[in-house]
């Protein structure tokens, strides 16, 4: 299973049902066996994984799978908005109904009707965007924002998280009623360090794709750069591979590529140096934010490399959280400590 990269394959590949995917390693075999079972029933589902293991693909697959495949597919990526904004974009507005609203608009909820919505990233909403998606899904029913006309959708809901949805719940972070409405059945998503027997298919795909895409002629990988990419630990999953290979079939000249054109993140390479062996990680040099070396939790850890990320990229956040296969707002939100 790999994730699209550009247009024309991204095209092909949306049209993709759970039939087109195979897996050698049992995480993803299990998921992927349990996500045909999903597709047979109208249960909601909720898709646990690492950012950029493919969630809106297995989303998208699952739908084109299942009874509602011939009616639309609405994804929405609801992280770090605002709650006017949230509201507009799921269940649409009335013309004037905020300043710049020139026009009636529909929400997600309404153009997903007879089809399925796919929320991601759902445990970034607020409480009280989330009392709204609830009693949306558990009546079907909304209002645009500026009218107090009742609306219906028939909507099948798929929700995603790359956070620990269970570890929230013990707190006022996520509802728990809205969980056990959006949990009918949940799918654990592996991360790439998961599935050691599909990664020379899935580095076969993303080769033939980006050749294909930059018209090139690229029939594989020389032994030290295989060697490289089997490797390296992926901490930024099926979305780094694909950048990772798309540069490397970019800069090879000839058919097949060289380990000098894996450019991997040196901090990332660095930090798992240091874990290999047995030595201690660099202080952060982000003072306030850092975490001390004595704290061996996984948050700690993580704090470390997104600094060590940041300084390799001299303090751009925007470079380094694309490299971390974050979005920005959550790149923020990790360094605050939320």
Request: aromatic fraction near 6%.
């Amino acid at each position: 299973m790999t994730e699209p990269g550009h247009n024309g394959e991204r095209h092909r590949e949306w049209h993709h049902s759970l039939e087109d995917f195979q897996s050698d390693d049992e995480p993803m075999a299990t998921c992927l066996g349990l996500a045909r079972i999903a597709a047979r029933t109208e249960l909601p589902i909720l898709i646990l994984g690492e950012t950029g293991t493919g969630k809106t693909l297995l989303a998208r697959a699952i739908h084109n799978s299942s009874r509602r495949s011939t009616h639309p597919f609405i994804a929405f990526n609801s992280a770090a908005l605002s709650d006017t904004l949230l509201d507009s974009q799921l269940f649409g507005h009335e013309k004037g109904a905020f300043t710049g609203a020139i026009r009636r608009v529909k929400g997600k909820f309404e153009l997903a009707d007879h089809g399925t919505l796919f929320l991601d990233e759902i445990a970034d909403m607020t409480p009280a965007a989330q009392a709204k998606i609830l009693r949306a899904v558990e009546y079907g029913e909304f209002e645009r924002l500026g009218s107090e006309q009742l609306l219906q959708a028939d909507v099948r809901l798929i929700s995603a998280t790359h956070l620990p949805l269970a570890r929230y719940l013990e707190t006022d972070h996520f509802r728990k009623d809205l969980f056990y409405r959006i949990s009918g059945i949940t799918l654990r998503l592996p991360s790439l360090r998961q599935r050691p027997n599909d990664l020379r298919t899935i580095m076969a795909a993303a080769i033939a794709t980006a050749s294909a895409a930059l018209e090139k002629s690229i029939v594989g990988l020389s032994r030290p750069a295989a060697d490289r990419l089997l490797s390296y630990d992926w901490p930024g999953n099926l979305r780094e591979l694909q950048r990772v290979i798309h540069t490397a079939v970019a800069i090879t000249e000839g058919e097949v590529i060289p380990p000098e054109a894996i450019l991997l993140e040196t901090s990332v390479e660095a930090v798992q140096a240091g874990h290999s062996n047995g030595a201690d990680h660099p202080e952060p040099t982000s003072g306030a934010a850092s975490a001390s070396l004595s704290d061996l939790s996984l948050r700690a850890a993580e704090l470390r490399h997104i600094h060590a990320v940041l300084d390799s990229y001299h303090g751009n956040k925007r470079r380094a959280a694309r490299a971390l296969g974050l979005s920005r707002s959550t790149l923020d939100r990790k360094l605050h400590g939320e």
